[in-house]
């Protein structure tokens, strides 16, 4: 019964992971988001994206635009690989 029980508990475990996974590749987020989240000022990010040095938003109306939260992690993870390599 304990290897059944530890194999049911490690199922969890892993169903829980992949939810997260899914939900971070998913999740969709706001301008005030993703500035919280870079520090950055919203009207730096919408100059940068305007510039191509930003991560484009998704239109959902004409006066709704969000981002994928794991579009903005990986600008993130790039810039500081780019700055490492700098260095």
């Known amino acids: 019964m304990d290897a059944i029980s530890t194999n049911i508990s490690d199922t969890k475990e892993l169903l ?3 939810k ?3 939900v971070q590749r998913c999740q969709l987020i706001r301008i005030e988001e ?3 989240i870079t520090t950055l000022a919203k009207s730096s990010i919408n100059l ?3 510039q191509g040095k930003f991560v484009a938003p998704i239109s959902l109306s004409p006066t709704v635009k969000v981002w994928k939260l794991q579009d903005v ?3 993130i993870e790039a ?3 780019n700055n490492g390599a700098q260095q």
């Open 48 to 50: 940068w994206v305007a």
């Open 79 to 81: 810039k500081l690989e």
């Open 20 to 22: 997260h996974d899914l």
């Open 73 to 75: 992690v990986n600008w």
């Open 34 to 36: 993703v500035s919280a």
């Open 16 to 18: 829980n992971s992949f």
